[in-house]
């Protein structure tokens, strides 16, 4: 099936610093890419959409200057988070929607995630 | 009014017992219904998959739509310890509308 993924999936960097996590879909193309953040006991709140070959597009609230979305490949897309502050500590997770395929019907598949910690 | 409700309570069950999830939804564009598990730290996994009204079965997984009420449900027959974990439904308009819609997610522990 088709298979996302992502690292890394821990990370600890200081405070003021960038961090860069990567998304890869192995096995198929995907022409969409999604980013969420998850608190503790929290649904996913997505924060942006990332088509290849074209800007993300953020979601209401969401800083783009502070979480920098790359898409430039139909395999990869990556999120830097930069100048990292504390409350930037969460579970951030990227989704991949390939191309309509028996491969990939449902479309929407996870990475396993990536606990960003901001000292 | 969310897009989608979920009541995020955890639930507690017997080894055994059939475990009950649902959501309820607004937009009545939504057309793809999914439920995903989710580990404590991992990535949601789908586990369940919906188009339009209707039930579907899988193993001891049952997901329900009813889309005149809105409302959507899975079960979990005979339930065991490793099925403890969150349950988020999600839903979305369909292939043209990228964006899902995710409830809040009920945590659920199977107790031995």
């Known amino acids: 099936g088709a298979v996302v993924s992502q690292h890394p999936s821990r990370v600890i960097c200081k405070s003021g610093t960038s961090v860069k996590i990567e998304c890869r879909s192995l096995d198929f193309q995907a022409t969409t890419m999604f980013w969420y953040r998850q608190f503790p006991k929290q649904s996913l709140m997505l924060m942006a959409t990332s088509n290849e070959g074209s800007k993300a597009t953020y979601e209401q609230g969401v800083e783009k200057d502070k979480f920098l979305i790359n898409h430039a490949s139909l395999t990869l897309s990556t999120l830097t988070v930069t100048s990292a502050h504390p409350e930037d500590s969460s579970f951030y997770i990227c989704?991949?929607?390939?191309?309509?395929?028996?491969?990939?019907?449902?479309?929407?598949?996870f990475g396993s995630g990536t606990r960003l910690t901001v000292v | 009014q969310k897009e989608v409700e979920q009541d995020p309570g955890p639930l507690s069950v017997p080894e055994g017992a059939i475990v009950s999830l649902n959501c309820t939804y607004s937009n009545s564009a939504f057309q793809y219904f999914m439920w995903y598990r989710q580990y404590s730290r991992k990535g949601p996994e789908l586990l369940m998959y919906?188009?339009?009204?209707g039930n579907k079965e899988d193993g001891r997984f049952t997901a329900q739509v009813d889309k005149s009420s809105k409302y959507i449900s899975l079960f979990i027959r005979d339930s065991q310890p490793s099925d403890s974990a969150t349950y988020l439904c999600?839903?979305?308009?369909?292939?043209?509308?990228?964006?899902?819609?995710f409830g809040k997610g009920n945590q659920v522990v199977v107790i031995p």
């Open positions: 999600a839903m979305s308009a369909g292939y043209g509308n990228n964006r899902l819609a």
């Open positions: 919906t188009y339009s009204s």
């Open positions: 989704s991949a929607r390939a191309q309509l395929s028996a491969r990939a019907p449902y479309g929407y598949t």
